[in-house]
């Protein structure tokens, strides 16, 4: 803008001259000057364009890329979501669609000694001798030897020692609402204690 103030200024004055000099010389500087200051014109509007140009490629640039940032946070949100819905499962609760799944129970370590082999678990057998119920100094549970013979077993007279871990217990409840006014419950449990 400065620079062409100052070359209109420069026109007007060789402007002056030529109009007092009469000359064809001055006419001539005076074409040369106007062709000079519309080149610069030119200029200016082809640097002014270009520039608005680049302005406009990095304003949609920034459109894009805060376009991206909001997926990305959006993802984001939804990766977080999930895992804090699946980290509530770190506590023995699993959501699993519309059921919520409670697991629970505990692990038990029992040491049993018996000074009266009842060749039995946890539990104490109290049944006969001869189903193999609490053994007695005067009870002899028959045995069969390798060659097919009877023997006489005194299973009082033989401690136990044993340890288990069958009485183990394992819980789950499960819990669904299929609809607004109908909530379902199931509880299973089960140990590994049997006979």
Do not use: C
């Not at 984001?76 to 499962?89: F, H, I, L, N």
């Not at 018996?114 to 006969?128: F, H, I, K, P, Q």
């Not at 193999?132 to 006489?152: D, E, R, V």
């Amino acid at each position: 803008m400065y620079l062409r103030r100052i070359l209109a200024g420069s026109a007007a004055v060789v402007a002056l001259l030529a109009l007092s000099a009469g000359g064809a010389n001055a006419q001539s500087k005076l074409q040369q000057l106007e062709d000079q200051i519309q080149q610069i014109q030119q200029n200016d509007q082809a640097q002014i364009q270009s520039l608005q140009q680049q302005v406009n490629e990095l304003k949609e640039q920034q459109r894009q890329e805060a376009a991206q940032a909001e997926v990305v946070r959006q993802q984001a949100a939804q990766v977080e979501a999930e895992y804090k819905k699946a980290s509530s499962g770190m506590g023995g609760t699993y959501h699993i669609g519309g059921v919520t799944l409670k697991v629970g129970g505990f692990i038990e370590s029992a040491t049993i000694y018996r000074s009266a082999n009842e060749t039995a678990d946890v539990g104490s057998v109290l049944g006969s001798n001869k189903t193999g119920g609490i053994p007695f100094n005067n009870a002899f549970l028959a045995a069969t030897g390798t060659s097919g013979s009877s023997q006489g077993v005194n299973n009082a007279q033989i401690g136990e020692f044993r340890e288990s871990a069958r009485q183990s217990r394992l819980s789950l409840l499960a819990t669904g609402s299929p609809d607004p006014v109908t909530n379902l419950t199931a509880y299973f449990e089960t140990d590994f204690l049997g006979q």
